[in-house]
């Protein structure tokens, strides 16, 4: 059965706290989803670091369930490598990639995002009253590969320039609580390019 909520809240730092705190004052159902990419903060955000706080939340009767992401790509976002590597590609033009193509990179496709979050909703009544999951895809690949993917799939005739300028570390993401408890089960990189550049409408050859 669907489960139904007055208030959805989306974001799990002190103003997402603060907004779920005025729903559970009026008496709604009330659920907040937080997500957070690139950072260690827990529950609550930058608020668990300030030493006062004034009119703090303090504990209230909701779920807080946080979801963190490494890269997110999709049509309609501009910006990162995949969007990078994908409009140099689809012109012929030479791919630069830092590190020499060596950091693995850890890149989900947006309907996986949204297919997380929805087995949040399905799964509510397993999880505590404070969740943390990592979500991601299973199969990281280096810069290299990612450039050397799409520009295949492009039928592209640009060149991949290693460079020897630094990017950051590895990124790679254990998900396998989300599989154990929320059944997620994401698409690898290469099935979720193909869903990319069929969604740019940029599969034909070039």
């Known amino acids: 059965m669907t489960e139904k909520y007055d208030f959805l809240i989306l974001g799990g730092g002190g103003s997402g706290l603060a907004a779920g705190m005025y729903g559970a004052r009026l008496n ?65 033009q030479e791919i630069e990639v830092f ?26 009544d397993k999880l505590n009253q404070k969740e943390l999951f990592m979500i991601g895809v299973v199969d990281s690949r280096s810069m290299k590969e990612l450039a050397q993917i799409i520009v295949d799939k492009l039928n592209s005739k640009s060149k991949i320039n290693l460079i020897s300028k630094k990017t950051f570390n590895n990124v790679q993401i254990d998900i396998s609580k989300a599989k154990k408890i929320l059944n997620f089960e994401p698409r690898e990189i290469s099935e979720g390019i193909d869903l990319y550049i069929k969604d740019m409408g940029e599969k034909e050859e070039i």
């Open 28 to 92: 709604l159902k009330t659920l907040i989803l937080g997500a957070t990419s690139g950072t260690e903060l827990p529950i609550g955000g930058v608020i668990t670091t300030t030493d006062i706080v004034e009119n703090y939340p303090g504990k209230r009767n909701f779920k807080s369930v946080i979801l963190r992401y490494p890269s997110i790509y999709g049509k309609g976002q501009y910006g990162g490598i995949i969007h990078y590597y994908y409009e140099r590609a689809k012109k012929n």
């Open 99 to 124: 590190s020499e193509g060596i950091p693995l990179r850890n890149v989900i496709y947006v309907s996986d995002v949204v297919k997380a979050n929805m087995l949040i909703l399905e799964n509510k």
